[in-house]
Nanobody, 124 residues
Framework: QVQLVESGGGLVQAGASLTVSCVAS????????MGWFRQAPGKDREFVAA??????YYADSVKGRFTISRDNSKNTVYLQMNSLKPEDTAVYYC???????????????????WGQGTQVTVSS
């Protein structure tokens, strides 16, 4: 059974940086593509970033500002967010594929395992 637990969200001002974390239990993250998604109030869940074996893939809206990474020794995936904007406000979700491939997919349906989310609020 895979469990993903996000942490590190909070309230920050525009222009600040924040790193959210996702700790996995039950299986090692080194054997899975991992993704970050977010959902703002009244909006659909949207793709933010994905990490394959080493390849990364970002949504255009965060490219150059966000970085996805993993620490296999801690079984943790990170999303470092710089130059935050009010439109980055959302609940951020970690997702894992564990499908034998390392495809950096932007499709939520390619990730069967999800965390509970962590709130990130950016004030203007």
């Amino acid at each position: 059974q895979v469990q993903l637990v996000e942490s590190g969200g909070g309230l920050v001002q525009a222009g600040a940086s924040l790193t959210v974390s996702c700790v996995a239990s039950g299986r090692t993250i080194s054997s899975s593509a991992m993704g970050w998604f977010r959902q703002a109030p009244g909006k659909d869940r949207e793709f933010v970033a994905a990490l394959g074996r080493s390849a990364t893939y970002y949504a255009d809206s965060v490219k150059g500002r966000f970085t996805i990474s993993r620490d296999n020794s801690k079984n943790t995936v990170y999303l470092q967010m710089n130059s935050l904007k009010p439109e980055d406000t959302a609940v951020y979700y970690c997702a894992a594929a564990y499908n034998g491939r390392y495809t950096t997919s932007a499709r939520p349906n390619d990730y069967p395992y999800w965390g509970q989310g962590t709130q990130v609020t950016v004030s203007s």
